[in-house]
T-cell receptor, first 110, second 116 residues
Framework: RKEVEQDPGPFNVPEGATVAFNCTYSNSASQSFFWYRQDCRKEPKLLMS???SGNEDGRFTAQLNRASQYISLLIRDSKLSDSATYLC???????????FGTGTRLKVLA | DAGVIQSPRHEVTEMGQEVTLRCKPISGHNSLFWYRQTMMRGLELLIY????????DSGMPEDRFSAKMPNASFSTLKIQPSEPRDSAVYFCASSLASIGGNQPQHFGDGTRLSIL
């Protein structure tokens, strides 16, 4: 079992739709959580950190569920420009290492 | 503010040649990471440094790969001799990390490496 798992998708959604991705992690000692966005042939870019109480940034909402060991990303009012791969990243407690999921592909359709 | 700077952006070379990739982390960051990304294998962590010291090189595929960080503002990843299967995008990332690890990584633009 991978330490961080994501549904690879693709998720094809119409413009304006709401879409949610989940990411599960296996190491209960994980302490820090992030969502990154990666466009084709580009570097991963930080989308948002995920805080214990949940956090929102515009159309994007991130949640952490420590009991079930997953994080989620909700995108409201999807735009064509949201089309990308979304990577879940977990930092192992007690190390400097970041574990990346394989990513979830999102395609927003006109 | 300057981000992570990698060079070269693209490298095309023949099998057997030595390849050196370079990275300048964000000033003040104390951790540096080298990743490789391919369609088949996704994003793989090769090695990471903390305070210029290699902490975990278990992801380095074989002895042909080596990495150094002589100071806080510079790191190299070397492949010698290179092989076609080394073709990939190589990313460098840096962060201000602690054992609690709550700071995100920031990536450079990557080096697209093609070995013919």
């Amino acid at each position: 079992r991978k330490e961080v798992e994501q549904d690879p998708g693709p998720f094809n959604v119409p413009e304006g739709a709401t879409v949610a991705f989940n990411c599960t992690y296996s190491n209960s000692a994980s302490q820090s959580f992030f969502w990154y966005r990666q466009d084709c042939r580009k570097e991963p870019k930080l989308l948002m950190s995920v805080y214990s109480s949940g956090n929102e940034d515009g159309r994007f909402t991130a949640q952490l569920n420590r009991a079930s060991q997953y994080i989620s990303l909700l995108i409201r009012d999807s735009k064509l420009s949201d089309s990308a791969t979304y990577l879940c990243v977990v930092n192992r407690g007690g190390t400097y290492k970041y574990i990346f999921g394989t990513g979830t592909r999102l395609k927003v359709l006109a | 503010d300057a981000g992570v700077i990698q060079s070269p952006r693209h490298e095309v070379t023949e099998m057997g040649q030595e390849v050196t990739l370079r990275c300048k982390p964000i000033s003040g960051h104390n951790s540096l990471f080298w990743y490789r990304q391919t369609m088949m294998r996704g994003l793989e962590l090769l090695i990471y440094f903390n305070n210029n010291v290699p902490i975990d090189d278990s992801g380095m595929p074989e002895d042909r790969f080596s990495a150094k960080m002589p100071n806080a503002s510079f790191s190299t990843l070397k492949i010698q001799p290179s092989e076609p299967r080394d073709s990939a995008v190589y990313f460098c990332a840096s962060s201000l990390a602690s054992i609690g690890g709550n700071q995100p990584q920031h990536f450079g633009d990557g080096t697209r490496l093609s070995i013919l």
